[in-house]
C-alpha cells in the first residue's frame, strides 16, 4: 500500500497561475482533507470530502476550490494563485468519522511569487 | 466552537531527560483529543488519541498522554527522549457530540540534542 500520495511534490508558480493538486489512497477511505501549513499557524482545514462526490469548506476555503469525482482521488484547485497562498499544503484521509485516525501525505510546497 | 493551545512554541531537551509537551483545550461540550507527531520534512502522524475509559493514554514509540477534564488539558510525556523524537508535536480536538471538525494547536517543536 502506497498510503497517501500527493502530485506535485514542489511547484513555484506566479501570481494569477492556475494549478492543481492531485492526492490519492489506496485504503478505500471515505473522508479525504485538505490542510494548509504555515510556520507558527498548525494545521488549518480548506476542504474536506466525506465521500464519493461530495466536498464541504473548512476553516479557510477562499481561493481555493476542491472536487471528489473518485472515492480516491481529491484534487484542490487554485485558480488564480496569490503570495497569500505560499504555503505547505497537506492531503489526509480517514475509514470513516472525524474521530478515526488521520493519514497524511507527505505534502506540496508551493511559492507563489 | 472549541480551541487548542499548546503553550510552548519550542521545547528544548537533552537526550534521555524527561520531557513533558502542555496542550490545553477550550469547549462547550465534551471532546475527543488527540496529539499527532511531524518528522521533519514528513506529514503528520498519530502518536496517541483519547476517546473514553482510562485518562491515561499510552501511545506509540513511548509517549503517553494524561487527560484531566478539571484543567482542560493533555498533556504529553516521555520518561526519556532520544534524538530521534526531535519532531513537531501537533495537539488536536473534537466536539464527541455533533458534527464538527478536528482542530490542530500551532505545534511544539521538541528539540533533542545529545
Known amino acids: 500500500n502506497a498510503g497517501v500520495t500527493q502530485t506535485p511534490k514542489f511547484r513555484v508558480l506566479k501570481t494569477g497561475q492556475s494549478m492543481t493538486l492531485l492526492c490519492a489512497q489506496d485504503m478505500n477511505h471515505e473522508y479525504m482533507y485538505w490542510y494548509r501549513q504555515d510556520p507558527g499557524m498548525g494545521l488549518r482545514l480548506i476542504h474536506y470530502?466525506?465521500?464519493?462526490?461530495?466536498?464541504a469548506k473548512g476553516e479557510v476555503p477562499d481561493g481555493y476550490n476542491v472536487s471528489r469525482l473518485k472515492k480516491q482521488n481529491f484534487l484542490l484547485g487554485l485558480e488564480s494563485a496569490a503570495p497569500s497562498q505560499t504555503s505547505v499544503y497537506f492531503c489526509?484521509?480517514?475509514?470513516?468519522?472525524?474521530?478515526?485516525?488521520?493519514?497524511f501525505g507527505p505534502g506540496t510546497r508551493l511559492l507563489v511569487l | 466552537a472549541q480551541s487548542v493551545t499548546q503553550l510552548d512554541s519550542q521545547v528544548p531537551v537533552f537526550e534521555e531527560a524527561p520531557v513533558e509537551l502542555r496542550c490545553n483545550y477550550s469547549s462547550s461540550v465534551s471532546v475527543y483529543l488527540f496529539w499527532y507527531v511531524q518528522y521533519p520534512n514528513q506529514g503528520l502522524q498519530l502518536l496517541l488519541k483519547?476517546?473514553?475509559?482510562?485518562?491515561l493514554v499510552k501511545g506509540i514509540n513511548g509517549f503517553e498522554a494524561e487527560f484531566n477534564k478539571s484543567q482542560t488539558s493533555f498533556h504529553l510525556r516521555k520518561p526519556s527522549v532520544h534524538i530521534s523524537d526531535t519532531a513537531e508535536y501537533f495537539c488536536a480536538v473534537i466536539p464527541n457530540s455533533g458534527y464538527s471538525t478536528l482542530t490542530f494547536g500551532k505545534g511544539t517543536m521538541l528539540l533533542v540534542s545529545p
Open positions: 483519547y476517546l473514553s475509559g482510562s485518562t
Open positions: 489526509a484521509s480517514s475509514y470513516s468519522t472525524w474521530v478515526e485516525t488521520q493519514y
Open positions: 470530502s466525506v465521500g464519493e462526490g461530495t466536498t
